[in-house]
């Protein structure tokens, strides 16, 4: 389940102190709270993170020119999300280390994150279907970030064989 368009401000909601899950440590940064209009924990993503979903929890985030691979294993519901800033990191290695809200900043780098974690918990890749959100025009004077977003973030699905059964992508 992911949620978008959710305030951090929304009436009602309560922080809900929650550990990471043991042993996986990207996640230890990312605020939960309690939605009551969901009745369920939403994580609140911010730009550079990624975040694979307990059971029962809705991920959120808000975009402008950012995009977010909405991703989940269709049979086993094992999903998540990622929320990044601008399409590569060239550099070899990477300019940013082992950093990872930096790192995933950069949709190369915050896909693989995002894919190999929900690998890890169980997911099969054959199985894996994405949704795509986000990649708007928000300034009409600066190069187009968002256009340059959906262009990698649909290449790179295409290239790697996996299947999008939703997008929401452009527009102001």
């Not at 998540?80 to 930096?102: I, R, V």
Request: aromatic share 6%; glycine share 14%; net charge positive.
């Amino acid at each position: 389940q992911a949620g978008g368009h959710m305030s951090e401000a929304d009436a009602g909601a309560k922080p809900v102190p929650r550990p990471a899950p043991p042993g996986n440590p990207p996640f230890a940064h990312i605020r939960r709270r309690h939605d009551t209009a969901l009745n369920a924990t939403l994580a609140l993503l911010r730009p550079g993170d990624y975040y694979v979903a307990e059971p029962g929890e809705w991920i959120g985030t808000v975009l402008g020119s950012c995009v977010s691979a909405c991703v989940r294993d269709s049979r086993t519901g094992i999903g998540g999300m990622n929320h990044f800033m601008l399409p590569e990191d060239n550099l070899a290695g990477g300019t940013w280390g082992q950093n990872a809200s930096a790192a995933t900043r950069f949709g190369n780098v915050a896909m693989e994150r995002l894919i190999n974690e929900v690998l890890k918990r169980g997911g099969r890749r054959e199985q894996l279907e994405f949704k795509l959100v986000g990649g708007g025009k928000v300034l009409d004077a600066m190069i187009d970030i968002g256009a340059r977003n959906i262009d990698f973030v649909r290449e790179y699905l295409r290239t790697e064989g996996f299947r999008v059964v939703g997008a929401d992508l452009g527009g102001r």
